[in-house]
Antibody
């Protein structure tokens, strides 16, 4: 079955760029919508963005243009870059398959913004 | 953006009792409402899609209903393994949004 796994640095300095990758196994990244979601410690879920291999991309306007999602079909993974991070961007970042309902989710990776 | 408001925020329920969680949208979202369960230190798991369709492998005690702006997740006969936070999620209008979560504790 399809599985997703996030990877990337666990610590990012303020004003720098957060970069995460989600590797998809058991299926092709060209077959599904793929989504990033985050969850600040002790808080709820926030949808960040999704991408489809045809070039469809949508972002949450709350990120004020700082997010960039991309797809690498040769490596069967997709990525998230979030620029000019602040401590408000500290969260567990999840990747998930789907446009509407999301399943499965990756296990999540904690990214802390701190100097 | 569409705001989803869940109630209650917290519920303590005895085993085998019925749990009802509501999700109210700030505008009509049709059938574009889904439910997830998140246990501590785990990623969310999909329970219900498009208001009332049970996802594969989800126990039959979980059910969803609703329309317009008011939706409900029901757990008929709470079990110890159901202790978790439950989230509703709308995909009617971008940006997709989630409710704030309802934490269910086993009494």
């Amino acid at each position: 079955q399809v599985q997703l796994q996030e990877s990337g640095p666990g610590l990012v300095k303020p004003s720098e760029t957060l970069s995460l990758t989600c590797t998809v196994s058991g299926g092709s990244v060209s077959a599904y919508y793929l989504t990033w979601i985050r969850q600040p410690p002790g808080k709820g879920l926030e949808w960040i963005a999704h991408i489809y291999y045809t070039g469809i991309i949508n972002y949450n306007p709350s990120l004020k243009g700082r997010a960039a999602i991309s797809l690498d079909t040769s490596k069967n993974h997709f990525s998230l870059r979030l620029s000019f991070v602040t401590d408000a961007d500290t969260a567990v970042y999840y990747c998930a398959r789907g446009r509407d309902w999301l399943d499965p989710w990756g296990q999540g990776t904690l990214v802390t913004v701190s100097s | 953006e569409i705001v989803l408001t869940q109630s209650p925020d917290f519920q303590s329920v005895a085993p085998r009792e019925k749990v009802t969680i509501t999700c109210r949208a700030s505008q009509s979202i049709g059938s574009n409402l889904h439910w997830y369960q998140q246990k501590p230190d785990q990623s969310p798991k999909l329970l219900i899609t498009f208001v009332s369709q049970s996802f594969s492998g989800v126990p039959s005690r979980f059910s969803g209903s609703g329309s317009g702006i008011d939706y409900t997740l029901t757990i008929n006969g709470l079990e110890a393994e159901d202790a978790a936070t439950y989230y509703c999620h709308q995909t009617s209008s971008l940006p997709w949004t989630f409710g704030q979560g309802t934490k269910v504790e086993i009494k």
